[in-house]
């Protein structure tokens, strides 16, 4: 009976504390708000293992990889790709593991439809494949894709870069939304290429 009566109490309590006056529920996007990216007024989620670094410290960090030398070469090629392009971007990298980072960067306003969202997507695609020529290793588009938030239009390329039994799962995004254009890289060799989270784009 004591049982019975313990657990009405603590529904009562929790139907009350969910009605409470004056008090705004938060919506999921904002109890994130730990692990979001915030660029150029887009709010983006990542996971909480994510933190935000500087160039330095992800060198300093990619030096850890001594028997991975192929791919720190490759992920400091892309760092010093994003730095001449002399735009605002951000570095997110896993606290775990260096290998899956995230880069966010200014990019130009593209004024997107399918059209030129293919045209976007083949021009990157073969452009990865020169690239993967020159580092030797092997080079696999996975997909290419065009989908629309309500507030953005965005082109997404995924692919995978291999060598020998290591291999690097990357997609790249372009977001075309009110506040101009964003790019994102998202390297990750757990498959993860957070497009569920580039799907909830936020304007402010």
Same mark, same amino acid.
């Given at each position: ?24 529920k ?33 060198? !300093?960090?990619?030096?850890? $990889?001594?028997?991975?030398?192929? #791919? *720190? =070469? ?7 790709? /994003? ?24 990019c ?17 695609s ?25 507030? !953005?239009?965005?082109?997404? $390329?995924?692919?995978?870069?291999? #060598? *020998? =039994? ?7 995004? /372009?977001?075309a ?8 890289l ?19």
């Amino acid at each position: 009976m004591k049982k019975k009566l313990l657990l009405i109490l603590c529904a009562i309590l929790i139907i009350g504390c969910e009605y409470i006056p004056g008090e705004k529920k938060k919506s999921t996007f904002s109890a994130f708000t730990k692990n979001t990216i915030e660029f150029r007024e887009n709010t983006i989620m990542l996971t909480s293992s994510y933190v935000k670094t500087s160039p330095d410290e992800f060198k !300093s960090r990619l030096d850890s $990889l001594n028997n991975k030398s192929l #791919f *720190k =070469k490759i992920a400091l090629e892309e760092l010093k790709k /994003i730095e001449d392009k002399n735009v605002d971007f951000q570095l997110f990298v896993e606290n775990r593991n260096v290998e899956n980072y995230v880069f966010v960067y200014a990019c130009d306003y593209y004024q997107l439809d399918e059209h030129r969202a293919a045209t976007v997507v083949e021009a990157l695609s073969n452009q990865l494949k020169d690239e993967s020529s020159k580092q030797k290793v092997k080079y696999h588009r996975i997909h290419g894709r065009f989908f629309f938030t309500p507030n !953005s239009k965005i082109v997404k $390329l995924k692919y995978m870069k291999a #060598f *020998k =039994k290591d291999k690097k799962f990357q997609a790249e995004y /372009i977001v075309a939304s009110k506040s101009g254009g964003i790019g994102l890289l998202v390297s990750n060799v757990e498959n993860i290429d957070f497009e569920r989270s580039i799907k909830r784009l936020a304007v402010k």
